[in-house]
């Protein structure tokens, strides 16, 4: 199922030494590139890497949070051209995120790295870094890696009640309804059958006025 699809996967930063299958390799590519993008246009390229030297060189791409892609087997530098779709960080993004879920698919544990927006030392960028190494056309632009490899590390699903930001609103046209949940919500789970069904407990309505949005002050 494709919720347990989501609710397994985690970032996972440590690999054993065992490589990725080849077979395994052409499934990864071929999810990025079935990725839906805007309009069709397709404006991202992938970058897959799977040498050892070229890998220890990806991981210092950034001071901070790059350095665990070394012990990776496996790397997506994910690329766009901007020129292609204006769109194009979102299109990536979505790419990206693909990766992921194909590799949790295959028994894989993988992590997104940022490059855009991220720099390499106090003078260069991470993706003008990334960009040198790997040679890669200036009209390209690096939103970011992901490192791929067997896990070495194993984390625990997190349940809806960890992630204590959720809120869940509810928007018809024109009656805008916001709902947040109440402490006796212990999960999500909980939280929708309440809202959708259970209308004696549910959550107070926070605002519901026909004639104007939500975010209206007057």
């Not at 989501?6 to 990725?35: F, H």
């Not at 299109?91 to 544990?109: K, Q, V």
């Not at 809120?167 to 809202?195: G, N």
């Amino acid at each position: 199922m494709f919720l347990e699809l989501l609710q397994k996967r985690r970032s996972i930063r440590a690999y054993t030494d065992k490589p990725v299958e080849q077979e395994k390799i052409d499934q990864l590519i071929e999810a990025a590139l079935r990725t839906p993008t805007s309009r069709g246009l397709m404006p991202w390229e992938f970058i897959v890497v799977t040498d050892e030297n070229l890998i220890q060189e990806l991981s210092k791409a950034k001071p901070h949070g790059a350095g665990f892609v070394k012990k990776a087997k496996l790397v997506f530098v994910v690329c766009a051209d901007p020129s292609v779709s204006d769109v194009w960080i979102e299109d990536a993004a979505i790419a990206t995120f693909s990766i992921h879920l194909m590799a949790e698919s295959l028994g894989l544990g993988s992590c997104w790295v940022q490059i855009r927006e991220r720099m390499h030392d106090d003078n260069q960028t991470a993706e003008a870094y990334l960009s040198d190494l790997l040679q890669i056309p200036k009209q390209m632009k690096v939103l970011s890696m992901v490192s791929i490899g067997y896990p070495a590390e194993q984390k625990p699903i997190l349940l809806p009640q960890a992630r204590s930001s959720i809120s869940l609103q509810a928007f018809i046209p024109w009656e805008f309804i916001r709902y947040s949940p109440t402490p006796f919500l212990d999960d999500l789970f909980r939280l929708c059958k309440v809202l959708l069904w259970d209308t004696e407990h549910s959550p107070a309505v926070l605002h519901s006025d026909r004639r104007r949005p939500a975010w209206s002050s007057s």
